[in-house]
């Protein structure tokens, strides 16, 4: 049957970028269309993929007039791969549209207008990924280590990957080579077969730490691969097998350390920061970097001042923020980040900083103290109506870190409506040839 007839094609202007790596466009009667594809100003021909009663979402079958920001792609897998969004367009204009999608969050979902978004441009536009989470699939020529098709589960070749570490390329192509002699499988999670699920690379710059995750404990060849990749790759330090029996978190489960200690080290702001295997820590560590400046700047935090970090993670900004300060009070719910939290404070001889291992929702609840300055990185999800329960703590600053414009937009609107008035809103680019975007919000209390 002729494609065509199946799938009916339109022919569309493309008028902006939005949130979810996206672009915008509408239909002669008036219907939003949102296509996995494609820049503003440009005409495409496109085909449904699924609608609802308000929106469409469409893909984009063939280019007719392209953008004046267009540029040569960076690898050979782009658009098909998943880890890239905007590979092909012109590094300011990412710049311009992620501003354009923040201001639009706080717009649609604060209620609020940014009149001005600085966002800052990250140095390292390419291999500047720490962390990069490779899916184990049935390749051409046996076990394959990718990445998942944008918008998809369906595991796809990366090879020549521009976004992680310079060596994670090849790297992973090496830990192919290994694993490719072993009786190995990668993991079906369709049927449940096989016992390979992802490889996961963290690196700090001239070190790495390599995870082999299996759904199960047993990991075939275990031995010949612990030994291959200690003699042929002398940039892993270590070397973890997670077993982990979830197929919704990459990152979790119980560690068994193959060889080396397990932990990766990282200097950050003068700090030097051992990560665990499970432990979040920010992607872009030159980014990361600039945060901290800018809340430096913006905080002006003195030794009289005390921090309560929510989220605290390993104690990236807790660690950084409070290290002048007399008290430093750190809340986090994961047990391994708590304890590596503690580890790098002792490492960083920051005594005074108190770990507490608790979700952030049951500690903002139950506890009431006084801070001057709140500190806060919550997941993508954000925090919710829990965040109106910061103002029992009397911060006269709070300062808020988000990888999600539209929960951020949520949160501050909140904050706003309990007596916080915003200071600064200032974009920062830790993921570049992506949609993806951190802000930071600095806020005032209007009662201190």
């Known amino acids: 049957m002729n494609r065509n007839l199946m799938e009916p094609t339109e022919r569309l202007k493309i008028e902006r970028l939005v949130a979810g790596g996206y672009s915008l466009a509408r239909r002669s009667d008036g219907k939003v269309v949102f296509l996995q594809e494609g820049y503003p100003d440009e005409t495409v021909i496109a085909s449904s993929v699924k609608g609802k009663q308000d929106f469409q979402i469409m893909k984009v079958d063939r280019l007719v007039t392209p953008?004046?920001?267009?540029?040569?792609?960076?690898?050979?897998?782009?658009?098909?791969?998943?880890?890239?969004?905007?590979?092909?367009?012109?590094?300011?204009?990412?710049?311009?549209?992620?501003g354009e999608i923040v201001k639009e969050q706080f717009r649609r979902v604060g209620k609020m207008e940014l009149p001005q978004l600085e966002v800052a441009p990250s140095q390292q536009r390419v291999n500047y990924r720490n962390k990069m989470e490779f899916v184990s699939y049935p390749g051409k020529e046996g076990l394959s280590l990718g990445l998942y098709a944008r918008g998809s589960l369906i595991p796809v070749d990366c090879d020549g990957c521009v976004l992680g570490l310079k060596d994670f390329d090849a790297t992973r192509r090496a830990f192919q080579g290994i694993l490719r002699k072993t009786p190995l499988r990668p993991y079906d999670r369709n049927g449940g077969s096989g016992e390979l699920k992802h490889l996961v690379l963290r690196g700090n710059g001239s070190q790495m730490m390599a995870i082999l995750i299996t759904k199960g404990e047993n990991l075939p060849g275990e031995a010949y691969i612990a030994e291959s990749v200690q003699k042929r790759l002398k940039n892993v330090k270590t070397l973890v097998h997670l077993i982990n029996t979830s197929d919704k978190v990459v990152l979790r489960g119980l560690a068994r350390v193959l060889y080396g200690d397990g932990v990766l080290a990282h200097q950050l702001s003068w700090q030097r920061f051992e990560i665990p295997t499970t432990a979040f820590y920010q992607n872009n560590s030159g980014v990361t970097e600039a945060i901290i400046d800018h809340?430096?700047?913006?905080?002006?935090?003195?030794?009289?001042?005390?921090?309560?970090?929510?989220?605290?993670?390993?104690?990236?900004?807790?660690?950084?923020?409070?290290?002048?300060?007399?008290?430093?009070?750190?809340?986090?719910?994961?047990?391994?980040s708590a304890k590596a939290f503690r580890a790098n404070a002792k490492i960083n001889e920051m005594f005074a900083a108190q770990s507490v291992e608790n979700d952030v929702g049951d500690y903002l609840k139950k506890r009431s103290d006084s801070f001057t300055t709140v500190v806060m990185d919550p997941p993508r999800s954000g925090i919710g109506r829990?965040?109106?329960?910061?103002?029992?703590?009397?911060?006269?600053?709070?300062?808020?870190?988000s990888c999600d414009p539209t929960t951020l937009a949520r949160d501050i609107a909140l904050l706003k409506s309990s007596g916080f008035e915003i200071v600064s809103v200032k974009a920062f680019d830790m993921f570049p040839q992506t949609w993806h975007v951190e802000t930071v919000v600095v806020l005032s209390s209007s009662k201190s």
């Open 67 to 98: 953008s004046e920001y267009r540029r040569e792609r960076l690898c050979k897998n782009f658009p098909k791969c998943g880890g890239c969004d905007w590979q092909d367009l012109e590094y300011s204009r990412q710049l311009y549209w992620k």
């Open 386 to 401: 829990d965040i109106l329960l910061v103002e029992k703590f009397r911060p006269s600053k709070v300062a808020y870190i």
């Open 295 to 336: 809340l430096e700047r913006e905080l002006k935090l003195t030794d009289e001042d005390s921090l309560l970090d929510l989220y605290a993670g390993v104690g990236t900004f807790s660690l950084t923020l409070g290290r002048k300060l007399r008290r430093v009070v750190a809340v986090e719910s994961s047990p391994v």
